[in-house]
């Protein structure tokens, strides 16, 4: 009856942190959404509307999937932009259909009919559908909710590598079972995917010398600190360029031809 008791209370206290880790994840900095943002277009691609970014000509692709706030966040459709001008084909997905998550929901009622498991079966068409196009190999990042699906993603071998940041609802399970090279970009003060939590997915990535791996942790900074960022805030803007920074340098080593 005793353990019985105990587990009860660790289970309340897991629930209770990952309710509140998603609460924090979705007020923290919510961004103005805007439908005409970014100097690409929207398009078809693997029967999802996207953002689109970048020439076929270059053969290399990468899909960016998005946070609670989808893909019409000004910040993450220029993020899509500087992706796309380093030379790569770059396609940014609506996975909410219309529906991204709006302050003041609940959190866990809009997951419920927004899962990462629903966007990885998503993801994967439009995966192949980007393939279909003459675009080589395939590489993906993901942001909070987009980090989980990339590491859905990442089970197989359907990309070349891929980039967690500030990912949620990651588990270590799901890092056991990668297959790709990953990079995990974390914060210092976040609480959805803390440091602690981080350096789990490292110790278990060591054990993997089949996957080549690199975690680093940003000191100083909050969950959605690579999207959710004030542009006159130049301070931020240099944070969030220096994760930038290091998702290019790590999708630029796996995803050439």
């Not at 009919?113 to 980007?130: N, P, R």
């Not at 197989?156 to 799901?174: E, G, N, Q």
């Amino acid at each position: 009856m005793a353990r019985a008791l105990i587990l009860l209370v660790l289970f309340a206290f897991v629930v209770d942190g990952i309710i509140a880790g998603d609460h924090h994840c979705c007020t923290k900095n919510p961004p103005a959404l805007n439908s005409s943002s970014g100097y690409g277009h929207v398009e078809e691609i693997g029967g999802l509307k996207a953002y689109v970014s970048g020439s076929l000509d270059s053969k290399l692709g990468i899909l960016l999937v998005s946070d609670f706030f989808g893909y019409e966040a000004p910040n993450l459709r220029n993020l899509a932009d500087k992706v796309a001008a380093a030379g790569y084909y770059v396609v940014v997905p609506d996975f909410f259909h219309g529906d991204p998550f709006t302050p003041g929901e609940d959190v866990l009622t809009w997951l419920q009919s927004h899962g990462t498991d629903k966007g990885a079966v998503e993801a994967k068409q439009v995966i192949k559908a980007i393939k279909s196009k003459g675009i080589s190999a395939v590489g993906a990042a993901g942001m909070c909710w987009g980090g989980k699906v990339v590491g859905e993603l990442a089970k197989s071998y359907d990309l070349k590598a891929i980039v967690m940041m500030h990912p949620s609802r990651v588990t270590v399970d799901d890092i056991k079972e990668i297959k790709v090279p990953i990079s995990i970009l974390g914060a210092e003060l976040d609480k959805q995917s803390p440091p602690a939590l981080l350096r789990q997915f490292e110790e278990v990535l060591s054990t993997k010398p089949e996957v080549d791996s690199f975690v680093k942790i940003f000191k100083g900074v909050d969950h959605g600190w690579t999207l959710r960022y004030d542009i006159g805030n130049k301070v931020a803007v240099k944070q969030a360029e220096k994760a930038h920074h290091y998702m290019l340098k790590w999708l630029s080593k796996y995803v050439k031809c």
